[in-house]
């Protein structure tokens, strides 16, 4: 694991400076330029533990027939958050920086990098060898892109189109996990805070994995309850999982008259917004209301109490899409679909089920 004074001392400020950034203060005086190289160091740092387990583990890859550092292919990386969303989002950080160093590992450059500010130019796709789709597309659009460009990938999300490949974590089996075992700690009145999948400018509930799975989960069980369903919605759905959406909602649950024993959060940045609301309303975690979340950034083990938290492996996410890329240049014709493995990391923030 880990610590913050090796992160300040990789990126040369004090370990207070980094331990208010990790945290989110919004009151320190900070560039954004070292706010990022703090967020990306705390990512890096975490990203080299896992990679070294996993080396062993997974074959390697041969390097493409005319992929080399003279000739190298060229790829196109679309990312559904704005710069400024993704800097206050460490999880996709560790995605895009996995995704990095895969493709100089395969001599990849990456030419060209899109986001929500800026709208694809489908022109300027021209000559890019493949491309790499991280998060929510809208399916008409990522037509649009596998017209001008084949060979398409998409991380973190499955767009329900089975002719291109995908990698990513099961977020409704993990959800389920989560409310299997926060029932076996004794919970019974578990508020939901997240946000709507937007497909085709629709927002639906039901699209979205967390919310679906925490709906069927309690439905199967009679005990749905509408006022435990505190929902974010904008006009992208990377809005809708911020610190201050999940801080809003969670303040909607607390003043509930009847209000949750427990809250689970669809990211960490949401969860971080949850401690705010209880600890303004003078309650405490876990013992009046406990939290868990999605994602284990590095700020989760820093927060008072340590935030208990569904690891998602974001950095092999992107890992696993270069490989995915590579195989496809490489000749491959068929599409596929990954899914991998989530683990729950339990902490200070909620009470351990009872091993079974």
């Not at 890859?61 to 990386?77: C, D, F, N, Q, W």
Request: with cysteine.
């Amino acid at each position: 694991m880990v610590t913050i004074k090796e992160i300040a001392k990789a990126v040369g400020v004090s370990p207070g400076t980094v331990s208010r950034v990790l945290n989110y203060d919004q009151t320190l005086s900070i560039s954004e330029i070292k706010r990022q190289a703090i967020i990306e160091t705390a990512e890096a740092l975490n990203y080299a533990t896992p990679r070294a387990r996993k080396n062993a583990l997974l074959p390697q890859l041969s390097i493409p027939m005319g992929l080399h550092a003279e000739v190298a292919a060229s790829i196109a990386v679309i990312h559904f958050l704005a710069p400024n969303e993704e800097l206050v989002d460490p999880y996709y950080v560790g995605v895009r920086l996995a995704i990095e160093v895969r493709c100089r590992e395969y001599k990849l450059e990456i030419a060209r990098v899109f986001n929500p500010d800026v709208p694809v130019d489908l022109a300027q796709l021209a000559g890019i060898s493949a491309v790499i789709v991280v998060g929510h597309r809208a399916k008409a659009e990522i037509e649009a892109i596998a017209r001008m460009c084949p060979h398409l990938v998409m991380a973190d999300y499955n767009p329900r189109m089975p002719q291109f490949d995908c990698v990513r974590a099961d977020l409704g089996e993990a959800t389920t996990s989560i409310l299997d075992s926060m029932e076996s700690a004794g919970y019974q009145r578990i508020g939901f805070v997240g946000g709507y999948e937007l497909m085709d400018n629709e927002a639906l509930r039901q699209g979205e994995q967390r919310c679906k799975a925490y709906i069927e989960w309690h439905q199967a069980r009679g005990r749905f309850d509408e006022n435990l369903l505190a929902l974010g919605q904008s006009e992208r759905f990377g809005q809708n999982l911020r610190l201050e959406t999940g801080y809003q909602q969670a303040k909607s649950l607390i003043a509930l008259q009847n209000r949750p024993d427990a809250i689970l959060a669809a990211n960490d940045n949401m969860a971080i917004g949850t401690y705010r609301a209880i600890q303004e309303a003078g309650l405490s975690i876990p013992e009046d209301i406990a939290v868990v979340a999605f994602n284990d950034i590095p700020v989760a083990q820093f927060l008072m109490p340590p935030l208990s938290t569904m690891r998602i492996p974001g950095e092999l996410i992107g890992e696993v899409a270069v490989d995915l890329l590579v195989e496809r240049l490489n000749g491959r014709d068929y599409s596929k679909h990954v899914t991998l493995p989530t683990e729950m990391i339990w902490r200070g923030s909620a009470r351990k089920p009872p091993a079974d």
